[in-house]
């Protein structure tokens, strides 16, 4: 069978890495993919929101599944496209992946099936946002209401801080129309954690906890990113509360997503806080977290594209947690990014030092922001590379993957220095820069 992967990200490379892997799958594309996704297969010079083109492509090269990526496409409705063409693909439909696109759909949809998540209001305009915020005697999170590639949220500590985020958002629009309604809840305090999960019908597959750091600088400092590193598995999560976790929110939002006429099929991302009075949900996405995927993936031994095909086919049920097969050694995963990310970033930096990582036992550098120019490669992003490693234990794999880290070079190279510690301190607030 030949595969295609939409997107271009570390996550994609992840995808087309483990899916070459399988026995049954012949060839991988990536469409656009990056310099990375090219080494496992054959990129294909489309975007994911290039709808009639990627079609025309999956029949002219006779591609069996088609497998998405990232969330733009999803909430665009790239999987209704596919299947009004008669074409198998992986994900939610347009309809369920407002899950992701839309935080207000989310949260009134927590609120009517009562899943547990913080004390929220929606806004439409900035003035009553302000008057809401000034009368809060608690830490506040802003949000924007629609896609902002990880970054439209804004955790605050102060009124003022709050009072600035509603003004970036609703007034600057910073995040475009992202922002043109937000969602204003109480803060949560605790350790999070991400559960994906695969879904078809009725069945949830979940999958390992993974951990991941969203804030750019040490310490969890600085403004959100899309993540700047991961680890799984989490030993945070005691199997009483995986528990409650299906019990009180993955069942209850399948539910819900049914009785609200929009089944879901694809991966459910919950993005829960682990308070003192149990989890609750910051947030979900409708595809595989980055980079909460680089170290899954790196730990699932198991036939993905069995696993995928099963959700496809409504055949999950068939399928057993305990059927999966994991290597035992935890995984870290850190990112490499380009200075200034989450903001304003240079492109076309030479990046050297990847061939030296290739020699190295139980670690794998999955590509984000590169391309290859004239045989060389360069940056082209904000998020650059997905160093991830295996080892015997946590530590062990946080030590390989930072080892690795120390061949690679590129300007203004920036990453976190505290992926997978036991305890989140750092000496600094500030991200390592080279």
């Known amino acids: 069978m030949k595969v295609l992967v939409i997107g271009k990200g570390a996550r994609e490379h992840a995808l087309a890495w483990k899916l070459a892997q399988s026995p049954r799958v012949e060839h991988v594309f990536c469409a656009p993919g990056n310099a990375g996704t090219a080494e496992e297969g054959t990129n294909?010079?489309?975007?994911?929101?290039?709808?009639?083109?990627?079609?025309?492509?999956?029949?002219?090269?006779?591609?069996?599944?088609?497998?998405?990526?990232?969330?733009?496409?999803?909430?665009?409705?790239?999987?209704?496209?596919?299947?009004?063409?008669?074409?198998?693909?992986?994900?939610?439909?347009?309809?369920?992946?407002?899950?992701e696109a839309s935080k207000v759909f989310a949260k009134e949809l927590m609120r009517h099936a009562d899943i547990p998540t913080?004390?929220?209001?929606i806004f439409d305009h900035p003035e009553p946002a302000r008057r809401f915020i000034e009368t809060r005697d608690y830490p506040?999170?802003?949000?924007?209401?629609?896609?902002?590639?990880?970054?439209?949220?804004?955790?605050?500590s102060t009124t003022e801080e709050a009072m600035r985020a509603v003004d970036q958002i609703m007034v600057k629009e910073i995040f475009g129309q992202a922002g043109r309604r937000v969602v204003i809840e109480k803060r949560l305090e605790g350790r999070e954690c991400s559960v994906l999960s695969f879904?078809?019908?009725?069945?949830?597959?979940?999958?390992?906890?993974a951990e991941d750091y969203k804030k750019a600088f040490e310490n969890d400092a600085g403004p959100n990113t899309g993540g700047m590193g991961a680890f799984s598995p989490s030993s945070q999560v005691a199997s009483e509360q995986l528990q409650e976790i299906d019990n009180a929110i993955l069942v209850p939002t399948i539910h819900a997503l049914k009785r609200a006429r929009c089944p879901y099929r694809g991966v459910l991302y919950s993005g829960l806080m682990l308070t003192g009075q149990g989890p609750r949900v910051l947030e979900y996405n409708v595809r595989l977290g980055d980079p909460e995927t680089q170290p899954?993936?790196?730990?699932?031994?198991s036939d993905l594209l069995d696993l995928i095909e099963a959700v496809v086919d409504g055949r999950l049920d068939q399928i057993a947690e305990d059927q999966l097969v994991w290597d035992a050694r935890p995984a870290v995963?850190?990112?490499?990014?380009?200075?200034?990310?989450?903001?304003?970033?240079?492109?076309?930096?030479?990046?050297?030092?990847?061939?030296?990582?290739?020699?190295?036992?139980?670690?794998?550098?999955?590509h984000a922001g590169t391309k290859s120019v004239?045989?060389?490669?360069?940056?082209?992003?904000?998020?650059?590379?997905?160093?991830?490693?295996?080892?015997?234990?946590?530590?062990?794999?946080?030590?390989?993957?930072?080892?690795?880290?120390?061949?690679?070079?590129?300007?203004?190279?920036?990453?976190?220095?505290?992926?997978?510690?036991?305890?989140?301190?750092?000496?600094?607030?500030d991200a390592i820069s080279q």
């Open 44 to 99: 294909f010079p489309a975007e994911p929101h290039e709808f009639d083109r990627l079609i025309r492509f999956v029949k002219k090269e006779e591609i069996g599944l088609t497998v998405v990526g990232p969330e733009d496409p999803l909430a665009l409705g790239i999987v209704d496209a596919f299947e009004k063409a008669g074409l198998r693909i992986f994900g939610p439909s347009k309809a369920a992946a407002r899950l």
């Open 118 to 121: 913080a004390e929220f209001r």
């Open 140 to 156: 506040l999170v802003v949000k924007a209401d629609g896609l902002a590639a990880g970054k439209g949220v804004m955790v605050c």
């Open 199 to 209: 879904v078809a019908g009725r069945t949830i597959l979940t999958l390992p906890i």
């Open 296 to 301: 899954t993936l790196m730990r699932l031994q």
């Open 333 to 366: 995963c850190v990112v490499l990014a380009s200075e200034g990310y989450p903001g304003n970033i240079t492109k076309g930096k030479l990046i050297s030092g990847l061939n030296d990582v290739k020699k190295l036992t139980d670690v794998k550098v999955f």
């Open 374 to 429: 004239d045989g060389r490669i360069v940056t082209d992003g904000g998020r650059v590379l997905s160093v991830t490693a295996l080892g015997d234990d946590l530590e062990q794999a946080r030590r390989r993957a930072y080892q690795a880290i120390e061949l690679i070079h590129f300007p203004g190279m920036m990453y976190r220095r505290d992926i997978a510690m036991k305890e989140k301190t750092a000496p600094s607030a």
